[in-house]
């Protein structure tokens, strides 16, 4: 069982709809991902939040919101998306560089989303 | 940048055969890390294996080991002993340290489909 847990498991929305995706870990991990992956292709990052602050943004829409409530969540609120944004959302967690020799990320089973 | 290349977009071997896996790399930076993820249909991403780049050993996981050859830049996975359980998406990936969390660039990956 992944120990990173993502709801929902499936989502569909229409473009006019705001929902959101959460995510949560319990592994004591200051660093929190959101990649986001279509069909056939490697996932691409999105955000990193690191000691609950944002810390990288890759030229995301703003149409994609991210909070990190605690250290433990992580959240992906969506608004007006396009049919394009259809895709998996994975999240991930990691421990910081100091403590970790190798710095893997674990990834949750991801949010497929389908917007209409 | 850094740069990350799998050259085999589909692959199939014999249950019970070994099958390797190419990944070929490209970075500046003299310290890095290589990761290999599976991903199966349900779409969670799996860790299998890391190999850092002072690693003096190839890095060895139960059914899994990396050929590391740092001249060439590549670090291909082995996968002995095939299972028909060990068909799916598999990544390559590299680390790029960033000052908080671990920034992972993936290949476009390799879908390896075990025959019985």
């Known amino acids: 069982d992944t120990e990173v847990t993502q709801t929902p498991k499936h989502l569909v929305m229409g473009m006019t709809n705001k929902k959101s995706l959460k995510c949560e870990q319990h592994m004591g991990h200051r660093a929190m991902y959101w990649y986001k992956q279509k069909a056939k292709k490697p996932p691409e990052l999105m955000f990193v939040y690191s000691y609950e602050k944002l810390s990288i943004n890759e030229s995301v829409p703003s149409r994609f919101s991210p909070e990190c409530p605690n250290s433990s969540l992580l959240n992906l609120h969506l608004h007006a998306l396009q049919p394009e944004d259809s895709a998996l959302y994975l999240c991930?967690?990691?421990?910081?560089?100091?403590?970790?020799?190798?710095?893997?990320?674990?990834f949750g089973e991801g949010s497929r989303l389908t917007v209409l | 940048a850094q740069k990350i290349t799998q050259t085999q977009p589909g692959m199939f071997v014999q249950e019970k055969e070994a099958v390797t896996l190419d990944c070929t790399y490209d970075?500046?930076?003299?310290?890095?890390?290589l990761f290999w993820y599976k991903q199966p249909s349900s779409g969670e991403m799996i860790f299998l294996i890391y190999?850092?780049?002072?690693?003096?050993q190839n890095a060895t996981e139960g059914r899994y080991s990396l050929n590391f050859q740092k001249a060439r830049k590549s670090a291909n996975l082995v996968i002995s002993a095939s299972q028909l359980g060990d068909s799916a998406m598999y990544f390559c990936a590299m680390r790029e340290v960033m000052e908080y969390g671990n920034k992972l660039v993936f290949g476009a990956g390799t879908i390896l489909r075990v025959k019985s």
């Open positions: 991930a967690s990691s421990q910081d560089r100091v403590r970790a020799r190798t710095g893997e990320l674990f």
């Open positions: 970075t500046s930076d003299p310290s890095y890390g």
């Open positions: 190999q850092g780049s002072y690693d003096q």
